[in-house]
């Protein structure tokens, strides 16, 4: 069972800043990527951003120079750096793992975290 958990979410104005994190614990085995997801309702969950076991990243070309995603393998943590952020940021940004355990593949999603971009 693993568990995964977001934090850092809120509230910021437009051209501002918020840094995600997302802690995966439990049994784990090995992590091969990482990524965050975003939401908002009526839509289709959006990928953000990943990142592989070797640090390899990919972004969507909607924060593509904005967002900034990095890892910390030691502690299985994510994050996601988010810069000039704009109104259509807003959504739940969700966090998912993926990883191997007795032989397959497995995903865990988080809660996720509400990020609000409003004057």
Same mark, same amino acid.
């Given at each position: 069972?693993?568990?995964?958990?977001?934090?850092?979410?809120?509230?910021?104005?437009p051209?501002?800043?918020?840094?995600?994190?997302?802690a995966?614990?439990?049994?784990?085995?090995?992590?091969?990527?990482?990524?965050? %997801?975003? @939401?908002?309702?009526?839509?289709?969950? $959006?990928?953000? !951003?990943?990142?592989?076991?070797?640090?390899?990243?990919?972004? &969507?070309?909607?924060?593509?120079?904005r967002?900034?995603?990095?890892?910390?393998?030691?502690?299985?943590?994510? %994050?996601? @750096?988010?810069?000039?952020?704009?109104p $259509?940021?807003? !959504?739940?940004?969700?966090?998912?793992?993926?990883?191997?355990? &007795?032989?397959?593949?497995?995903?865990?999603?988080?809660?996720?975290?509400?990020?609000?971009?409003?004057?």
């Amino acid at each position: 069972q693993v568990h995964v958990v977001e934090s850092g979410g809120g509230l910021v104005q437009p051209g501002g800043s918020l840094r995600l994190s997302c802690a995966a614990s439990g049994t784990i085995g090995s992590i091969y990527a990482m990524g965050w %997801y975003r @939401q908002t309702p009526g839509k289709q969950r $959006e990928l953000v !951003a990943t990142i592989s076991s070797t640090a390899n990243t990919s972004y &969507s070309e909607s924060v593509k120079g904005r967002f900034s995603i990095s890892r910390d393998n030691a502690k299985n943590t994510v %994050y996601l @750096q988010m810069n000039n952020l704009k109104p $259509e940021d807003t !959504a739940v940004y969700l966090c998912n793992v993926k990883y191997y355990w &007795s032989g397959f593949q497995h995903s865990s999603w988080g809660q996720g975290t509400q990020v609000t971009v409003s004057s």
